[in-house]
């Protein structure tokens, strides 16, 4: 019994021994923080808005079906990483076009379910997402 005791008692001495040495000191918890001018080195933003820069001037010329299609699962495979089963248009509705991407559900192989639905204007590739973040389709073709 005397054994298991000293045990647990050396070993919380071990622990709190460890803990201490791991905190900073005083000193270098006051120090100031400089923030670097290099700004290479600062984290990238994920940024949701596809920049102005990347659009491409369409003239008014509409997107075929296959060529919004396309552009929708480049966009999708790069944002998301993954790549749908299946693509597919579910609507329009004038120049608006809804874009779905589907998957197959694995207990359930002929159950479908939508993961995402883009709707774009067919005249400018142009439009947003489920989430009503603004998507520029344009940049992948």
Do not use: H, Q, W
């Not at 790549?83 to 192989?109: C, K, L, M, N, T």
């Not at 639905?117 to 142009?126: I, L, N, P, Q, S």
């Not at 989430?131 to 073709?141: E, H, K, Q």
Request: hydrophobic share 35%.
């Amino acid at each position: 019994m005397i054994k298991k005791i000293t045990t647990a008692i050396l070993s919380l001495v071990l622990i709190a021994a460890v803990a201490c040495c791991s905190l900073p000191s005083r000193a270098e918890a006051n120090a100031t923080e400089t923030v670097p001018s290099d700004t290479s080195k600062r984290p990238k933003e994920y940024v949701f808005d596809e920049s102005p820069e990347f659009s491409l001037e369409t003239a008014d010329v509409a997107f075929t079906d296959e060529e919004l299609i396309e552009m929708s699962r480049k966009r999708y495979v790069e944002f998301t990483g993954y790549v749908p089963d299946r693509v597919e248009i579910d609507a329009v509705d004038g120049d608006v076009v809804y874009i779905s991407f589907y998957f197959s559900d694995y207990y359930y192989p002929p159950e479908r379910y939508a993961d995402e639905t883009y709707r774009v204007d067919r005249k400018t590739g142009v439009g947003y997402d489920s989430r009503n973040f603004r998507i520029d389709l344009t940049g992948y073709v």
